[in-house]
């Protein structure tokens, strides 16, 4: 295959413009820019990088890899306008590469870790989810996805870091969205690091939380909310959602949860909810919700990253309602929040 210095299409027939093909192309070269800012994440080369341009080789020394070969990934990067080249061989951080900086406001380096390795990895095998419903993840690496996780600790802390990365804004607009003053308890089903948590808790001192999820998962959560000094309002509650939830909650906040779930699991979780909660308690689900047939929507990559990762799925507004009636729960109100994230609240029927 010929691939041409202007962006890598054939020389015969070109019968569209070169607008069309270069768009065309973009979309068939992605998995290369996924795995170049992989590379860059992986190896920390922003944070080497942060006091100044540096060469390659000095990269490679601090970094223990090929010298050469790093220079001709760093040569894609600056393409993909990760780094710039600059004089006497070296390479500086522009403001997008500065983003896979560690501890960059908003920072994107564990989500680019974390699609780099099994996303990547599972989203090859596509088309087997669409041939056959099962999801790739399990067909690539042998396990569900939250399973695998358990079981590798490394992966489950880089999943954790990237599911709370540049959520602030999204979390604040999630305080303005809905009125807490009125609740006691928060319950995070399925909280995680405890980063939705932290954040209502941070603005409403009146507030207690109990954070829900595997044992496996509690570990982070301590060392996140201790560090947001929301600790001594928390109770971390081990447990698993298809069986119990913890009773007694004003306002049960189910953050990227329903969406993981085919509507059977998906039921269970929110009867759980609905049998423990509080009269006059609320559901809060944040998912993105997928406008109707005929809109093109960003939420459609939510949604396939679902399929392939887990049995899960995202819904229009309509398919919410219906899950959510028959869980015994009215939806009641979908604000959308920020970027693809809504909050649907529902109350008991
Ligand atoms: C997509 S993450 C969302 C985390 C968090 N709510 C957030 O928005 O950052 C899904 C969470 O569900 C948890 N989870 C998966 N299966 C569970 C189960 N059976 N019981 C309790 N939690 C579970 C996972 O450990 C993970 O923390």
């Given at each position: 295959m010929s691939e041409s210095?202007?962006?890598?299409?054939?020389?015969?027939?070109?019968?569209?413009s070169h607008e069309s093909v270069e768009s065309a192309l973009k979309l068939v070269y992605g998995f290369r820019s996924t795995q170049v800012t992989y590379v860059v994440a992986k190896l920390g080369l922003a944070d080497h990088l942060a006091d100044g341009p540096l060469t390659a080789t000095e990269l490679a020394s601090r970094v223990n890899v090929k010298p050469e070969n790093l220079g001709r990934v760093l040569r894609l990067a600056a393409f993909f306008g990760v780094v710039a080249e600059v004089p006497g061989e070296r390479f500086e951080l522009t403001s997008l590469g500065r983003m896979?900086?560690?501890?960059?406001?908003?920072?994107i380096k564990a989500t680019a870790i974390m699609l780099g390795e099994e996303h990547y990895g599972a989203w090859g095998s596509l088309l087997h989810s669409v041939k056959t419903s099962e999801p790739a993840f399990e067909h690539v690496y042998g396990a569900p996805f939250f399973d695998y996780m358990a079981a590798h600790p490394d992966v489950q802390a880089t999943f954790d870091a990237a599911m709370s990365a540049g959520m602030d804004v999204m979390l604040e607009s999630l305080c303005d969205a809905?009125?807490?003053?009125?609740?006691r308890l928060v319950v995070d089903v399925g909280?995680?690091?405890?980063s939705v948590a932290a954040m209502i808790l941070g603005r409403h001192p009146h507030l207690e939380a109990v954070i829900y999820d595997q044992a496996q998962v509690l570990a982070a959560a301590e060392s996140y909310l201790t560090a947001a000094s929301v600790r001594s309002r928390c109770r971390l509650v081990p447990g698993n959602f298809f069986e119990s939830v913890p009773e007694a909650g004003d306002a049960y906040v189910l953050s990227?949860?329903?969406?993981?779930?085919?509507d059977e699991r998906a039921l269970r979780i929110l009867r759980n909810c609905r049998a423990a909660m509080a009269p006059g308690a609320a559901v809060l689900l944040l998912e993105a919700v997928l406008p109707e047939h005929g809109s093109p929507s960003v939420a459609a990559m939510a949604d396939v990253n679902m399929m392939v990762l887990l049995t899960g799925r995202e819904r229009t507004e309509k398919q919410y309602a219906a899950l959510l009636e028959a869980a015994?729960?009215?939806?009641?109100k979908v604000t959308p929040i920020w970027a693809r994230e809504s909050l649907i609240e529902a109350r008991p029927l």
């Open positions: 210095s202007s962006g890598a299409y054939p020389d015969s027939a070109v019968t569209d896979l900086g560690t501890d960059a406001a908003g920072s809905y009125d807490f003053s009125g609740s909280g995680g690091n405890g990227n949860i329903i969406h993981d779930w085919d015994g729960l009215r939806l009641s």
